[in-house]
């Protein structure tokens, strides 16, 4: 539903565009073929490693799961955005929760949540909430400068 949400925007953006050439329209149409290719690699890569699941629920279905940045697209450089040490695959509840930087790891890869959001509400959000408060990941040299981007961020946010 989602990438289908996002393509129909896209073809919707293309076919609104007004006061441009042929050649303009050809060059927005190559430029978005090519990010949209990029993220599919990065999507098929992440799947492909051996973090193929989300950390907290071990879902492994990649019809479940959505591939995203750990240090923000938005904010990546181009080799950033590719890259699968600059990524995470987690279901969406918890991809929107890492997005608002409302989850994070800290230094040691332990699970940190945002106070913004009390422990009521967590626990009623997951009803195994003691199961996943104590969730660990193994950070590697390749993927810290990402995590201590997304920690660091989630300190500032919370």
């Known amino acids: 539903l989602y990438l289908s949400t996002k393509n129909f925007l896209i073809k919707n953006i293309l076919a609104n565009i007004q006061d441009s050439n042929d050649e ?6 190559d430029a978005i073929t ?18 193929n699941e989300c950390v907290f629920t071990k879902i492994s279905d990649p019809k479940l799961l959505l591939a995203g940045h750990i ?3 938005s ?17 969406p509840t918890f991809d929107k929760l890492f997005d ?12 940190i949540f945002s106070q913004k959001i009390n422990q ?8 195994k909430f003691e199961e996943i408060k104590d969730i660990k ?9 990402y995590l201590d981007f997304h920690y660091s961020t989630f300190k500032i946010k919370s």
């Open 24 to 29: 303009d329209i050809q060059t927005l149409k």
């Open 34 to 51: 090519k990010i949209r290719l990029g993220q599919s690699k990065f999507r098929k890569d992440l799947l492909s490693s051996k973090r």
């Open 71 to 73: 240090k923000p697209w």
């Open 75 to 91: 904010i990546s450089t181009n080799k950033e955005r590719l890259d699968i040490n600059n990524g995470i695959l987690l279901t």
């Open 100 to 111: 608002n930087f409302l989850i994070s790891f800290d230094k040691n890869g332990k699970v």
């Open 120 to 127: 009521k509400i967590w626990k009623n959000l997951f009803p």
């Open 137 to 145: 990941i193994t950070i590697t040299d390749e993927n810290k400068k």
